[in-house]
């Protein structure tokens, strides 16, 4: 409780037995014009991602929040991984250098889900929702600028509302990993409640929006093209009927960067004069 906006915390982690090397943390500016976000996903462990790690490690300085896309750690891409404990010891070994430094925000996707419940050892890494102690724009630590639940949930960082939404909990797309109609029907009424609020109290000092997703809603890569239509159905009039800025995800690998909606490129142009913007 009680953190203040880029004000440096000395820390240790363990126990009586064992304790960690001290590690400096600084908290982001979370009122500020400016924020800077690093955006990974599908990440794993192995060469690659130690590849990434230490990439991400040179850009630690420079940022505000570290956004993971989903797949994680691919500790639960099939029922018989169910939450490797030993796929998590080695993911938080080669992210450590950059997560002791660094606030992650996390959106759940399909090799994170495969345990009883789903996502639940993600859920306890990486506690997420207004359940976790959230800080608001004024720098105060409180749950009242976070909404959501769980595994789709909002925040304030510096000018941007971020949105994160779950592409696993749904009933309408066959790939949805969660088949749960109750948690759909949640989710979307929350979502819709959520961005329009966000787009109501745009502000010259707080002007985005930001999605972020695991799953895309359009894709060109030959093995997940067209994206995933039936999700599709149900977000994409809400995203652009409440002028979301940039939408994040994971999942495809590939980089896609145009306005679409409806399969047409197009913009919807905000209230803060913005334009509609896929990645």
Known sequence: DGVVSRQTYYYRVGSDEQMSPQRAFTAPGYAELEATMLVAADIGTGENALLLWSQLRQEVAMADVLMLAGGTAYAGVSPEDYGSQDTWDDFFEQAEEVLALLPASVAVGTQDAYSDP???????????????????????????????????????????????????????????????????????????????????????????????????????????????????????????????????????????????????????TSVANHSYLWN
């Open 118 to 268: 789903p996502f639940r050892p993600l859920n306890l890494r990486f506690p997420m929702g207004p359940s976790a102690r959230s800080i608001a724009a004024d720098g105060s630590t409180t749950s009242s600028s976070m909404t959501g639940f769980p595994n789709w949930y909002a925040y304030y960082m510096g000018p941007m509302r971020v949105v994160v939404v779950s592409t696993e909990h749904c009933t309408t797309s066959p790939a949805c990993i969660v088949q749960d109609a109750a948690a759909e029907k949640e989710q979307l009424a929350w979502l819709d409640t959520e961005l329009g609020n966000a787009d109501a109290r745009r502000t010259k000092r707080r002007p985005w929006v930001v999605l972020v997703g695991h799953r895309p809603l359009y894709s060109s890569s030959q093995e997940h093209s067209p994206g995933d239509t039936q999700l599709r159905l149900l977000m994409e009039p809400m995203i652009f009927r409440h002028g979301v800025d940039l939408a994040l995800w994971g999942h495809t690998r590939q980089v896609r960067f145009h306005p679409n909606f409806e399969r047409c490129m197009r913009a919807r």
